[in-house]
């Protein structure tokens, strides 16, 4: 089968590689239709892990089962199936409490949180930007769509991964009807936290970012952009609230984020979260933060060890909840909305490109070129 193998820092090719196949009597094999480039693919993508040459990427996957082992008697050959990234046995201790992003199973190093697909750090699990994808646990790990999968496979492959992910950051920030939301971030991640937090009843969603494409795409939904290459963010989420600051914030960027001033500092988005948000506010973080950044300008967070602002945390009675989201506690719930024609996540889709196309999509992507906000691979 063809696969979008990584050959080192910002090299990846379209080769063939192993057919991945049935190996264990709850796998289910699937043939893959739709697979998405994510921004935690660059995490890999741009050399900052140990991911190493030769594995392929892929954790936003959906497709069409082929093939299912003896012990499987739910998901039938023929269904189309979204998988969500997490990998999780289902019954671990952790699963059990819904926490399949830190399943005990799929995870071999019990000092890494959880599994996924084609990832560093993650399990030895194969990715899905592949031909077939064999997917552990199948019963538990496919998501079953309805007869409209085919067709909306831009909207329903969302469910894999940033959908969730995004709806998770507004968990996390406590996001009710009327709130004053914002988000840092606008790429895919936080284009899904601001419809997530739309969906939720936000009264008002203020997004920051500097691409002017992707700032369109949030006001397409009703949020305000906020350009930081322009104004102070801070400043910005003050003036829009009276004063006051928003009632929650969700960080939907990362350790990678930039500063247009130059003022570059480990933990930007995270203290400029603590100054745009009320005091006793919530903050939702998605966006990654790792233990070690190899890759990082400053001493501090080449250890991990951020800048974050405490004291004024503190001092505002603020919370923050964080980490990698659980895919299945949220998927379904989303996955009718989209049947029902509430949510079309597909409006941040720039691109929709055969496999082999991956290695330019790759190199767009990571540049966040002009225009390219998602890129969604058909194999
Ligand atoms: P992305 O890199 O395409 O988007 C990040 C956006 O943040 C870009 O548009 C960039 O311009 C913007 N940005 C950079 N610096 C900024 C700053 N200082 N202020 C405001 N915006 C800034 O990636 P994505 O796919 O949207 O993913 C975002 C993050 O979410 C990544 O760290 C990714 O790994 C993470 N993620 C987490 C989970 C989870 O389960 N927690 C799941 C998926 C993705
Ligand atoms: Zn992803």
Redesign the pocket.
Known sequence: MRAVVYEGPRQVSVKEVPDARIERPTDVLVRITTTNI???D??MYEGRTDFEPGRWFGHENMGQVIEVGDGVDKVQVGDYVVLPFNIACGHCKNCERGLTNYCLTAQPEPSWAGAAYGFADMGPWAGGQAELLRVPWGDFNCLRLGEDAQERQADYVMLA??FP?GYHATELAGVKPGDQTVI???????LMAALSATIRGAGKVMV????PD?LRLAESIGAIAID?SKVD?VQAVLDQTMGLGADNGCE???Y????PAGEEHPN??MNRLVASVRFTGKIGN???FVPQDPGASDELAKQGKLAFDYGTFWFKGQHIGS???PVKRYNRQLRDLIAGGKAEPSFIVSHELPLDRAPEAYDHFDK?DDGWTKVVLHP
């Open positions: 994510c921004g935690s660059l995490h991964d940033i992910t840092y971030g606008a790429g895919p991640v936080g920051v970012d500097r691409h992707r930081d963010p939907c960027v990362g990678q984020a930039h500063d930007l988005t998605v966006g990654v980490g990698q989201a966040r």
